[in-house]
T-cell receptor, first 113, second 115 residues
Framework: GDSVTQMEGPVTLSEEAFLTINCTYT??????LFWYVQYPGEGLQLLLK?????DKGSNKGFEATYRKETTSFHLEKGSVQVSDSAVYFC????????????FGTGTSLTVIP | GAVVSQHPSRVICKSGTSVKIECRSL??????MFWYRQFPKKSLMLMAT?????????EQGVEKDKFLINHASLTLSTLTVTSAHPEDSSFYIC???????????FGPGTRLTVL
């Protein structure tokens, strides 16, 4: 079945460091891919998404490219800030899943000054 | 953008009581809503799919009589945790798909603590 495998954390980085959080997926058909972010004590917020191969989603300095050949959707940011500290979830959804979302286990990021 | 609200944001109740959590889509209609449960430091677990005008679809292992779901209108779904016990303490999150897209909008979550 459809699934998402996400890099385990926790990840601790210094401010202005480069961030990569790996995400790979298994799916039938061509799902849409998402990154959601959850700040402490809050619900999930959509960070970015890509709906087809080679699409790049971007928001707030974060980027992820839908790579069909490697079934990946790695999240990157060139220079993290303390305010980026949160839990990041990779997810997929699509017509083949009936709009049901499949989430990765989440990666906790802590950015220290 | 589309907004989904949940009420209450936090609730503390005694063991044996029932708790109702509301999920509303504020500026769009949702024939389907999803209910998730999130355990500490874990991912979201889909509990059930709420369908407007019909019965909810529950995931394997989720007790239908324990977690009652009612999708009363195109903008409201409710989750009632019946006869709550301490092990039901968790973070409950709902989501609704935006019309004509595959993007889900998530509510802010409800923190349930059962004493």
């Amino acid at each position: 079945g459809d699934s998402v495998t996400q890099m385990e954390g926790p990840v601790t980085l210094s401010e202005e460091a480069f961030l990569t959080i790996n995400c790979t997926y298994t799916a039938t058909g061509y799902p849409s891919l998402f990154w959601y972010v959850q700040y402490p004590g809050e619900g999930l917020q959509l960070l970015l998404k890509a709906t087809k191969a080679d699409d790049k989603g971007s928001n707030k300095g974060f980027e992820a490219t839908y790579r069909k050949e490697t079934t990946s959707f790695h999240l990157e940011k060139g220079s993290v800030q303390v305010s980026d500290s949160a839990v990041y979830f990779c997810a997929l959804s699509g017509k083949n899943t009936g709009n049901q979302f499949y989430f990765g286990t989440g990666t906790s990021l802590t950015v220290i000054p | 953008g589309a907004v989904v609200s949940q009420h209450p944001s936090r609730v503390i109740c005694k063991s044996g009581t029932s708790v109702k959590i509301e999920c509303r889509s504020l500026d769009f209609q949702a024939t389907t809503m999803f209910w998730y449960r999130q355990f500490p430091k874990k991912s979201l677990m889909l509990m059930a799919t709420s369908n407007e005008g019909s019965k909810a679809t529950y995931e394997q292992g989720v007790e239908k009589d324990k977690f009652l779901i009612n999708h009363a209108s195109l903008t409201l779904s409710t989750l009632t945790v019946t006869s709550a016990h301490p092990e039901d303490s968790s973070f409950y999150i709902c989501s609704a798909p935006a019309v004509a897209t595959d993007t889900q909008y998530f509510g802010p979550g409800t923190r349930l603590t059962v004493l």
